[in-house]
């Protein structure tokens, strides 16, 4: 499948989840098993948020194999993710990566709110980079994702290639994804 028929599928996938809640990505034992035997062939690389909120394969309604996730707080990617990204890419063959941001994020809201010391400053900073001087949660969550999504283009050089990267925001109630 090509990755943009791969991701209107997903995105399919989504609505009827959103809509039915019911699971049918697959972890059963003969999902596992047959996982193991095949070994894994993933649909999309997914960078999401760590949000508990945020779950990439009950979104998608995706089971065992389907999806290689990587989940920071305010999907913010450095060189250890983008090395991740860069290994679905090469070793597994994946073409769709989908940067997964949400509504109602924590990290966005921390940076808005000038939290950029501590611990948390590696993310904190990065969103804070991303979203410039908007006070709006709403805009400072679409500028994020469409930040992280230019910067694994560029550092991974995507640019001329098959690889599709798609900026999304996920709505927490809803339940629905929305391209950015
Ligand atoms: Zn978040």
């Keep these: 499948m090509k990755p943009f028929e791969q991701?209107?599928?997903?995105?399919?996938?989504?609505?009827?989840?959103?809509?039915?809640?019911i699971f049918?990505?697959?972890?059963?034992?003969?999902?596992?098993?047959?996982?193991?035997?095949?070994?894994?062939?993933?649909?999309?690389?997914?960078?999401?948020?760590?949000?508990?909120?945020v779950i990439p394969e009950l979104i998608f309604n995706c089971g065992v194999g389907d999806l290689f996730v990587i989940r920071t707080a305010g999907e913010v990617v450095s060189d250890v993710e983008l090395a991740s990204i860069a290994y679905?890419?090469?070793?597994?063959?994946?073409?769709?990566?989908?940067?997964?941001?949400?509504?109602r994020c924590g990290a966005v809201a921390a940076a808005i709110n000038g939290e950029l010391e501590g611990a948390v400053a590696p993310v904190t900073n990065k969103v804070n980079e991303a979203i410039g001087d908007t006070k709006s949660p709403k805009i400072g969550e679409l500028r994020n994702v469409q930040f992280e999504a230019e910067v694994i283009k560029e550092k991974l050089g995507?640019?001329?290639?098959?690889?599709?990267?798609?900026?999304?925001?996920?709505?927490?109630?809803?339940g629905l994804v929305e391209l950015r």
């Design 88 to 103: 679905g890419i090469e070793h597994l063959g994946i073409e769709l990566v989908i940067v997964l941001g949400h509504d």
């Design 24 to 53: 049918t990505g697959g972890f059963r034992r003969q999902n596992r098993e047959k996982a193991v035997k095949e070994g894994q062939h993933p649909k999309a690389i997914v960078v999401s948020c760590s949000d508990s909120r």
């Design 158 to 174: 995507l640019k001329d290639t098959n690889v599709l990267v798609a900026p999304a925001l996920y709505d927490i109630a809803s």
């Design 7 to 21: 991701l209107q599928a997903l995105l399919e996938a989504n609505k009827e989840i959103a809509d039915s809640g």
